[in-house]
């Protein structure tokens, strides 16, 4: 699979466009005065502890206050109140020595919030996921810092080898090293992007987060909530640590400044890929030069068409997101069986891609095609398990229900990402509704007879095509023009013009300038 990142600046801020095999799959866009991202850490304060919910409600500088619930307090709570405590009020010179923290017991998975957030204090906290619709950012206590092989997390010593590293051989190698070059007081997850990678890579990856958590602790002293501590890096830089493998073969960008940070990111941790970023100045938008502004504008929308003339419609709710998949003109052989099965393999690849692309999380409810045989249905749903294999977004498929139905929960991270596709009408400014011929017939006839008794002998009425026919259409007894010639005297010329609106017209004198009326 190739893969290219297409990332177009703007004023405003960054549009960065994944594409797989020349398709686009996923697009963000990033503000340049974003805030509350997801990975962004702030220094809260409790304002409210909510029993009945088992959560709280924090201030972060947002305008609604923040949620956080137990589940999202992690084990180590208590160690991060009392670390958050330590840094904000430590004056040491050489600052707090992280090594020699005395890390307290865990809390219990069962226990409630007055519990442990008893008195409001103040809490390092990390955007788990971003403001969406009327609620304010998600919390979580379980601090995680991501690096390009390695996540860091303080106040546990545990390490965790990515189960996508299928190799036993490979998962205890990763294990025994990580082991014996971690940082004290700190927890290691091992991500699959490390595979294959030897000591001096992971040890260089982990001194740069364990950096991470020195500033952490620096930007907290004598820090008053609500503050950010550390934001998360910009999208561009954090798709690259995410996503980059051998399978990219190009990353262009229209910006010097993010060529730049691509180029230098690049050469650092894939010298050998350095050449696959490019910078673009051939004067056209860079989204148009790669096909990008196309695919969006076919992506989005309620009804989504497939390559064999099979459609797909998706309607959003409060509660959730349904999909109806439809064949339209699509047949493969006599057997309807066999179409439907066809049919909904073709959908479920562009279902998968669709929520991948618009970012649709929350429940998701595909009404495929009837198909009647048991084994159709489980073909269909191995297939869709694989086709959301590449979504980084947590998730789960579902068997086909006795209804036809197939359920799909994924992770909500942020706002679904919706673009208009569909333009107010110029004609009737979004109404529906339009003068009648009639109308502006009499309109037209109006204007000619005042303008006959201010002495203009000749007329041009320029109009739409459909128009101009219908003025014009017949010999002399339909002909609309040479019956108002012959009635108020002037001598009128209707003339055709493809720019006009389907309603529009305008008259102009014998020396081609236009009347205003």
């Given at each position: ?425 110029p004609t009737c400014n979004g109404t529906g509704k339009i003068s009648s011929t009639l ?79």
């Amino acid at each position: 699979m190739n893969k290219e990142l297409i990332i177009h600046s703007t004023p405003t801020g960054v549009e960065i466009a994944l594409l797989e095999d020349k398709k686009l799959v996923e697009l963000h866009s990033e503000k340049n005065d974003a805030r509350f991202a997801v990975g962004d850490l702030y220094l809260g304060k409790v304002k409210k502890l909510i029993p009945g919910l088992n959560a709280a409600f924090v201030d972060v500088g947002y305008e609604k206050d923040a949620f956080l619930h137990y589940t999202d307090l992690s084990p180590y709570a208590r160690s991060l109140l009392k670390f958050t405590q330590l840094a904000i009020n430590d004056k040491t010179p050489g600052g707090l020595d992280f090594a020699t923290f005395s890390v307290e017991p865990e809390i219990v998975k069962t226990g409630k919030i007055n519990e442990v957030l008893n008195g409001k204090p103040n809490i390092l906290v990390q955007i788990l996921k971003e403001p969406i619709a009327a609620k304010g950012p998600r919390l979580s206590c379980e601090i995680s810092l991501p690096g390009r092989f390695v996540v860091l997390t303080p106040f546990n010593d545990i390490v965790a080898v990515s189960r996508k590293i299928h190799s036993s051989e490979e998962r205890k190698r990763l294990q025994r090293i990580v082991e014996s070059i971690k940082p004290k007081n700190f927890g290691v997850i091992v991500r699959t992007a490390a595979e294959g990678k030897n000591t001096a890579e992971l040890h260089e990856d982990l001194s740069e987060l364990a950096a991470m958590w020195a500033s952490i602790q620096n930007n907290l002293r004598g820090a008053v909530p609500p503050t950010k501590i550390l934001s998360e890096q910009t999208k561009t830089a954090s798709i690259l640590r995410d996503l980059l493998n051998e399978d990219f073969n190009k990353i262009v960008t229209n910006d010097k400044n993010i060529y730049t940070e691509s180029k230098n990111y690049i050469q650092k941790v894939a010298p050998e890929k350095a050449e696959i970023v490019q910078f673009h100045q051939n004067g056209s938008p860079v989204f148009d030069a790669f096909g990008v502004t196309k695919q969006i504008k076919g992506s989005f929308g309620k009804t989504v068409n497939l390559q064999s003339g099979a459609y797909i419609i998706i309607e959003h709710t409060e509660a959730l997101h349904v999909i109806d998949v439809n064949s339209g003109y699509k047949s493969v052989g006599n057997n309807q069986e066999i179409n439907a099965l066809e049919t909904n393999l073709e959908a479920a690849e562009e279902i998968a891609r669709q929520l991948r692309l618009r970012d649709i999380g929350g429940i998701i409810v595909v009404d495929f095609i009837d198909m009647k045989l048991p084994e159709h249905k489980k073909k269909l749903l191995e297939a869709m398990d694989g086709f959301m294999q590449t979504d980084r977004a947590k998730h789960a498929v579902l068997p086909i229900s006795k209804f036809g139905l197939m359920q799909i929960t994924r992770q909500r991270m942020k706002p679904e990402m919706n673009i208009q596709t569909q333009e107010v009408c110029p004609t009737c400014n979004g109404t529906g509704k339009i003068s009648s011929t009639l109308l502006l017939e009499d309109e037209m006839e109006k204007n000619i007879a005042y303008l006959a008794t201010h002495n203009h002998k000749a007329l041009t009425i320029v109009t739409h095509p459909i128009l101009h026919a219908y003025l014009t259409k017949g010999w002399f007894w339909n002909n609309k023009a040479a019956k108002w010639k012959k009635k108020y005297g002037p001598k009128i010329t209707v003339t055709p013009d493809t720019g006009y609106h389907l309603t529009e017209f305008k008259f102009f004198d014998a020396n081609g300038d236009e009347i205003k009326l």
